[in-house]
């Protein structure tokens, strides 16, 4: 088990080692991000660490100009917006445009007792805060796009799938162990959009890595009805919000692949005795397979009081020893 966002303003003492930096800077400054990598390990006793960086960062390192704005999210200076935007993804060459990523890959796994993950993002959800300029509720612009230039969409994709090869190449050669691709807002795609104008691109990320041998988890949010297609990507591990049962995403997603989720986030907010139950019917549903990784179904809200995270993971743990619930 271990929680989408763990490290991060939650925790105290994130807040007071990160203080006033940007993300962006604080991830380019290796040990630090090294430390803050390890916080929730030590604070949780989660089974493992993530990579205390953003999804944003391989396009810093390719000269987009952009800044994550708390409170808000990902804003980009000049937005894409036609076919002669795609001059301005080149590809990645991770070790001199982001050589801070693998360094602080190299510091937390030398510190590490549990496997560390890394990530990257997935093309929609980068595509999307590269067209809409910032966070967006509807995607209309990114969907406009998609459809009325279907050529400029595709090299799009294609161009932002070798970003995330190279950087999730990068991270594994570092010593990442495992490696996640959130490509958070597809869900927000009808599942023909999906198959046609996404998962190309996704499958060539998956199979991108396949020579490395480690372990490949699949996330996005909203995404019950497309979990059948998104198991044909390639990953190894199908990530699922809360929104549909362990049970019934397991239909969708066969038994070939291990699954996680997906204790709702926002449930972590209210009485202990509903994250009790919710966590207990999360691990019995899952019983019923082998190849479950308990997570949150998306990530740890800043608001979460660190305490019931802790408890949480006493109680996924006691149960994985063979404890009653
Ligand atoms: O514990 C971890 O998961 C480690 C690292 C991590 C961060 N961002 C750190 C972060 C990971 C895996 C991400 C992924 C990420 N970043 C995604 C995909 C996952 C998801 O949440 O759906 C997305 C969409 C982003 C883009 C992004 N970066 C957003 C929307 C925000 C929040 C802005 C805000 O303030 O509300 C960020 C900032 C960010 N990324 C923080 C952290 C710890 C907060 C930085 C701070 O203010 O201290």
Redesign the pocket.
């Known amino acids: 088990m271990w ?7 939650s925790l105290p003492e ?1 807040r007071a080692l ?1 203080g006033d930096l940007s ?1 962006l800077d604080a991830v380019e400054r290796p040990e630090l991000a090294a430390e803050l990598t390890l916080q ?1 390990v030590t604070r949780y006793g989660v089974d493992a660490a ?7 960062v391989p396009l810093v390192g390719i000269g987009i100009d952009l800044e ?7 804003v980009i200076a000049e937005p894409f917006r036609d076919a002669t935007d795609l001059a301005r993804l080149r590809p990645l060459d991770a070790a001199s445009d982001v050589p801070y990523v693998a360094e602080a890959v190299r510091i937390a796994a030398k510190e590490l007792e549990v496997p560390l993950i890394g ?1 990257a ?1 997935g093309p929609f ?1 980068l595509a999307s805060y590269l067209i809409e300029g910032g ?1 967006s509720r509807v995607f209309s612009r990114t969907r406009t796009l998609m459809h009325s230039e279907p050529n400029t969409w595709m090299a799009l994709m294609d161009s932002l799938a070798s970003v995330a090869i190279s950087s999730l190449r990068a991270q594994i050669l570092a010593g990442a162990s495992a490696i ?1 691709l ?1 490509d ?1 807002w597809i869900g927000w795609l009808s599942l023909d959009e999906y198959a046609t104008f996404v998962l190309p691109a996704t499958k060539r990320i998956f199979a991108g890595l396949e020579d490395l041998d480690v372990p490949r988890i699949y996330f996005g ?1 909203n995404t019950s009805d497309l979990l059948s297609r998104m198991s044909t990507a390639g990953a190894d591990v199908i990530g699922v919000d809360w929104r549909i049962g362990i049970a019934a995403a397991r239909e969708r997603i066969g038994n070939e692949r291990g699954i996680q989720g997906n204790l709702n986030p926002a449930t972590c907010l209210g009485p202990w005795e509903t994250v009790e139950h919710e966590t207990a019917r999360i691990l019995q549903e899952a019983s019923a397979q082998p190849g479950h990784i308990f997570n949150l179904g ?2 740890v809200l ?1 608001e979460t009081n660190p305490e019931v995270l802790e408890k949480v993971v006493a109680l996924v743990h006691g149960e994985q020893n063979g404890a009653a619930l």
């Open positions: 929680f989408m966002r763990q490290a991060g303003r994130y990160k993300i929730p993530i990579l205390f960086s953003d999804i944003m994550v704005v708390p409170g808000k999210g990902p990530f993002g959800t966070p996640q959130f958070s949010i998306h990530g800043p």
